[in-house]
Structures are given as structure tokens and as C-alpha cells.
């Protein structure tokens, strides 16, 4: 288990640090702690995140 700062975060995610500061105000972002003015994420969090963002594509090319 590792813990990433917000910068390390979104790299580890492949997304902006701009959008885990938005997720963090707004909501709908992976859990975090914070010490003082540091947000820490643990990357078990990053990961449990991640996996709710999966999607069934909308044309599966299903044989009828």
C-alpha cells in the first residue's frame, strides 16, 4: 500500500491534479485524508475509485 500526494495521485490515475482538486470540493472523488493542508490518497483508495468508473460499452456488437 502506498500513499501518493495529489500530484503523484493523478499521475498514478492518468487524470489532472485540476480534477482531483474539483472531485475533492464537488464530490464523486476517491476517498482521501488530510493532514494539516496535505491531502494524502492511498493507493488501495485510487484503485477501489478506479474500478467504479467501469462501463459495459453502449454497442457491444451482441449477435442477435
Do not use: H
Not at 502506498?2 to 500530484?7: E, G, I, L, P, W
Not at 503523484?8 to 491534479?17: G, H, I, P, R, T
Amino acid at each position: 500500500m502506498a500513499n501518493f500526494r495529489t500530484r503523484q495521485a493523478a499521475e498514478y490515475l492518468q487524470v489532472s491534479k485540476s480534477l482531483l482538486d474539483k472531485l475533492r470540493c464537488y464530490g464523486g472523488g476517491p476517498v482521501y485524508a488530510k493532514l494539516g493542508s496535505t491531502v494524502i490518497y492511498c493507493s488501495e483508495d485510487l484503485d477501489a475509485w478506479l474500478a467504479t468508473k467501469k462501463r459495459q460499452p453502449a454497442n457491444d456488437n451482441q449477435a442477435r
